[in-house]
């Protein structure tokens, strides 16, 4: 069974300091990831997805993550942590090799950005 | 372009009520639908995933229930509603194209039972 386990509930980093939240994961088909973020009381929204292809994947607002099977994992990291970046981060895998878009997501990292 | 709305924003309902919550897409035909939990401290649970008209699977055992009466449609329902209905319930849609299609989700509803 697939799933995916995020390192930390809570990550906490100074406004311009380097942003790196923890995921890994576990399938037994070549994975699609994805990192959602979720602002307070808001649905969730893309970052960014990796399919096939290249393994550094660029999203949305400065964020990226590399994709390393040997380690399983996919991580998020961002150079320069801006106050707009806190919310709720969450890794997801699809679920097999369906089409259907059923994701399996981690528990959640909340980032707290601090001035 | 392609949205999705849902509604309410947030509930307030006591045990034993009933429950619909109601999600509609627009701008695309023949979505995949899809209910998420997302219970306090928790991360998102699937409940319930539509590939079209009255086709519903339950990811869960549970006390809800769906429907997918249109195409653009899916509704969450609960005839009586217990404490551990309670969290923030995100309705989401993807096209029906290939594997790794992202999820497009809609703002939540904060659902409280007392």
């Known amino acids: 069974a697939q799933s995916v386990t995020q390192l930390g509930s809570h990550v906490s980093v100074s406004e311009g300091a380097l942003v790196l939240l923890r995921c890994n994961y576990s399938?037994?088909?070549?994975?699609?990831l994805f990192w959602y973020v979720q602002y307070p009381n808001q649905g969730l929204q893309l970052l960014l997805k990796?399919?096939?292809?290249?393994?550094l994947v660029k999203g949305i607002n400065g964020f990226e993550a590399e994709f390393k099977k040997s380690e399983t994992s996919f991580h998020l990291t961002k150079p320069s942590a801006h106050m707009s970046d806190a919310a709720e981060y969450f890794c997801a895998v699809q679920e097999g090799s369906s089409n259907t878009g059923k994701l399996i997501f981690g528990q959640g990292t909340t980032l707290q950005v601090k001035p | 372009s392609q949205t999705i709305h849902q509604w309410p924003a947030t509930l307030v309902q006591p045990v034993g009520s009933p429950l619909s919550l109601e999600c509609t897409v627009e701008?695309?035909?023949?979505?995949?639908l899809y209910w998420y939990r997302q219970a306090a401290g928790r991360g998102l649970q699937l409940l319930f995933y539509s590939v079209g008209i009255g086709q519903i699977s339950s990811e869960v055992p549970q006390n809800l229930s769906a429907s997918r009466p249109q195409d653009r449609q899916f509704i969450l329902s609960s005839k009586k509603l217990l404490l551990s209905d309670s969290g923030f319930y995100l309705c989401?849609?993807?096209?029906?194209?290939?594997?790794?299609?992202?999820?497009?989700f809609g703002s939540g509803t904060q659902l409280s039972v007392l």
């Open positions: 701008g695309t035909s023949n979505p995949n």
């Open positions: 989401a849609w993807t096209g029906t194209g290939t594997a790794g299609e992202k999820l497009f």
């Open positions: 399938s037994s088909v070549p994975p699609y």
């Open positions: 990796y399919t096939t292809g290249a393994t």
